[in-house]
Structures are given as C-alpha cells and as structure tokens.
C-alpha cells in the first residue's frame, strides 16, 4: 500500500483539521472577549468563565479521548483494507461515551458550587461561575457526540466534513454570544455571563445535528448501535482507560494552575484566563499536524509502512516547527492588541502582559509535544502516552509549581512550570518513537 505523505497531502489533511479543531477553543474564546467587555463586572464575569472553561475542558478531554480511540482503530484498519470488520464499533462507541456524559451531568449539576469553591471561587465569581455552568454543560452530551464523529472522519482518512461542521458552530456561537449576551433592543433581554451560556449550548446542539447529517449521508458508518459488541470494543475500552488516566493528570496540571491563578486574586485569575485560552488556541492550531500524524501514523502502522511512518515524522517535526515559530512571531507582533481584545481592565492587562511572552516563547516545544502526541495515539500507544504524562504531571509540573509559588512567582511560576511540564511530555515521546521505528524501517 503507498499512502501519499507529501506536504500538501498533509495539509489536506492538516488545514481542515487545524480549522475543525479551533472550534472548541474558539467557542471558549468569544465568551470570554464578549463577556469581558460587558459595562457590569467584567472582571469577575471573565474570571468565571475561565474557571469553567478549564472545568468543562477536562470533562471534554476526559471523555473526548473516543475521538483519539475511535481513529487510531478506524485507521489501522483502513491501512489493511478491512473497513467492514469494525463498522458497528463507532456507533456501540458513540452509545457509551453519551451515556457517561449524561452521568456526568446529573452527578456535578448539583454540586457545582462546591465544585467551582475547589477553584477557589468565592462571592460574586463563584455566583457566576455556578451560573455559565449550569447552562454550558447541558451541551456536554452534544460536544462529545461531535467528537466521536469527528474521530470516525479521521480514521477514514477525511477532516474536510469536520471542518466545515466546526466553521458553521464556531460562527454561530460568535454572532449568538453577541445577541444574548448584549440583547436586542425590543426582542431579546440581555443575558450577561448567562448568554454567554446559552449561545455556546445551541452552537453545540448544532453541529450535533450537522455531524449526524454528514456521517450518515456521505458514508456507510451506521448510527444506531447494534449488539453483540464488536470484538475490537475490548481494545477501544482499554485505550480509553489509559487516555482516562492520562487526561485525569492532564487536568491535575490545569487544576493546579487554575487554582493557584484564582487564589492571587481576580485579576490574576482573569490575566491567567486570557493566557491559557491563548495557549489552548495555539495548541488547537498545532493540532492540525498532530492530527494529520494521527491519521496517517494508524494508516502506515496498520499497513506495516514502517519506513515511510519514520519518514513522515521527520516532515512532521520541521513543519511543526515552522507552525509554532509563526504562532510565537505572530504573539508577538500583535502583543498589546490581542489582550485589549479581552478587556479593558488595566490591572488585568498588565499581569496578562507579564506573562504571555512565556506563552509565546512556548509554541516550537508545544509542536512538537502535540504532534508526537498525535503519532502515538495514531498508533494505537495509550499506555506509553499516559505514563508518560503521569512523569511529567507528578514529578516535573506539581513540584515545581509549588516551588515557585512558595517563591511568590504567582502567574511567571505557573507559565514556567507549564513550559517544562511541556518539554517533559515530548522529549521521551520522540526518544521512543525512533528507538522503536528506526530499527523497523532498516529490516528488509
């Protein structure tokens, strides 16, 4: 089998699922520019939806990990020719990661103030944090919907369907964010924090139904599940564990960093929130690659194409490269502009200011974690994935944030621990690939 691993192949690739993949940041993003610039509370209500922004990122991240499961299968299975084999499995899987997530909501619905008080969130931010999330999470289920069908898309070698799915739900979220959370004159209230809310939930019903649409129309993937389970159900589970895992020490790492932010003061916490959504949204763009790695890794792995998967890591690395260089020269260009853009409130801007030099400088190492990143889970590697976030998250991040806290570092210590959280997570990831593969692309 010859797969195509030149460089606009890989942009085919890799543009439609750079553009598919901002769409959840982006969703984050509006609410916080538009939530930021209201004339009541701007501070508190942006310090509110970063706290829940970095909550229903780890619900997302934990249960989205389908997207990854469901490709690197999907994938292998392309590269051996035997789609037919696993075609119920994406719907048994859809079946299973939905019916969490409603748990999920029925199980932190109530509990949300004493959820969002772990943040550190108190009076008025915790009364508008309980708030955006109580609205934000019931469109939890649809998010993950979407994901999952994302990750059939992957597999079958195509993101042009996830994208234009993501350019529909991220424009409707923008122009709904504006209208309810600054209202209509005559037609709708204002809506404040609570607009906010509801326009994301309704963008995400959308591209629900816009994912539905295209999965059954332009392929033969069924929907609705049908039982017994397929026998790859036992892998799909068990890379879903392991990405469990590793997700849960992901968001030990936000957890931490959210905390620590929040425990300084509002303007910290907003700064913070401005900064990581920055950094989410750059590392969304880098995703395109770690995708495109995703998706052909598995095609190359399942087709035994092991010179040609050396080959195309080596592309990755230098193309990453070139995306982060320009993602930090761009930062940089535009610095004061892009936090003016969030708010207005000058203690906030200066401690935004201080740190996202840091988030810039970042971008090159976050290529090359992400893209790795991607390889592997392509390759179907979930339990080298997870211990190697479990090193970086336990014996590199959590000891050096507290370091630098405790040295009275506030948001340069967390943006720093961040950065050799980062390196830590793509170092060994690169080690083991070529250890691994080298030897595989020598045999004859």
């Not at 299973?96 to 748990?103: H, N, Y």
């Not at 087709?303 to 193309?319: C, G, R």
């Not at 790795?372 to 979930?382: A, N, P, T």
Request: a positive charge.
């Amino acid at each position: 089998m010859q797969t195509n691993i030149s460089l606009k192949h890989i942009n085919k690739l890799a543009i439609p699922a750079l553009i598919a993949g901002v769409s959840e940041p982006i969703l984050s993003l509006t609410d916080a520019a538009i939530v930021g610039n209201v004339p009541q509370n701007a501070t508190e209500s942006l310090a509110a939806v970063g706290i829940v922004t970095t909550f229903i990122s780890m619900l997302i991240w934990v249960l989205g990990q389908t997207r990854s499961a469901i490709s690197s299968i999907v994938s292998q299975y392309v590269g051996a020719n035997k789609v037919e084999q696993i075609k119920n499995l994406p719907a048994q899987a859809i079946f299973i990661i939905t019916s969490l997530s409603i748990l999920i909501i029925l199980s932190t619905y109530p509990l949300a103030p004493q959820i969002f008080k772990l943040y550190n969130a108190t009076n008025l931010i915790l009364d508008y944090t309980v708030a955006y999330y109580k609205i934000r999470v019931l469109g939890f289920p649809f998010t993950l919907f979407t994901i999952a069908v994302f990750g059939v898309f992957r597999g079958l070698q195509n993101t042009y369907y996830p994208m234009v799915i993501a350019i529909i739900g991220a424009f409707s979220n923008i122009i709904l964010d504006v209208v309810f959370v600054y209202g209509v004159s005559g037609y709708i209230p204002p809506m404040h924090i609570e607009g906010a809310a509801y326009a994301s939930v309704i963008a995400q019903i959308l591209m629900a139904g816009l994912s539905a649409y295209f999965i059954l129309k332009k392929t033969d993937i069924p929907l609705r599940p049908t039982f017994p389970f397929n026998p790859e159900i036992k892998r799909f589970i068990f890379m879903i564990l392991n990405l469990f895992i590793r997700t849960i020490a992901l968001n030990v790492t936000l957890y931490f960093a959210s905390a620590k932010a929040t425990s300084y003061g509002a303007q910290y916490i907003a700064a913070y929130t401005i900064a990581i959504n920055l950094w989410f949204l750059g590392a969304f763009i880098v995703d395109g690659y770690a995708s495109a790695g995703n998706i052909l890794s598995g095609k190359l792995f399942g087709a035994k194409a092991y010179d040609t998967l050396l080959n195309l890591s080596n592309k990755l690395i230098k193309y990453g490269l070139v995306v982060g260089i320009i993602l930090g020269l761009t930062g940089a260009l535009f610095y004061y502009p892009i936090g003016r853009i969030f708010t207005k409130e000058p203690e906030v801007l200066e401690a935004f200011y201080q740190v996202f030099w840091i988030v810039l400088a970042m971008q090159p190492l976050c290529t090359l974690a992400f893209i790795f990143d991607g390889i592997f889970k392509g390759l179907g590697k979930m339990k080298y994935l997870r211990n190697v976030l479990l090193f970086s998250t336990f014996i590199v991040f959590v000891p050096i944030v507290f370091w630098l806290d405790a040295l009275n570092y506030k948001l340069h210590g967390i943006f720093i621990a961040l950065t050799f959280w980062i390196i830590a997570r793509g170092v060994p990831l690169i080690i083991k690939f070529r250890k691994t593969f080298i030897p595989l692309a020598q045999k004859p």
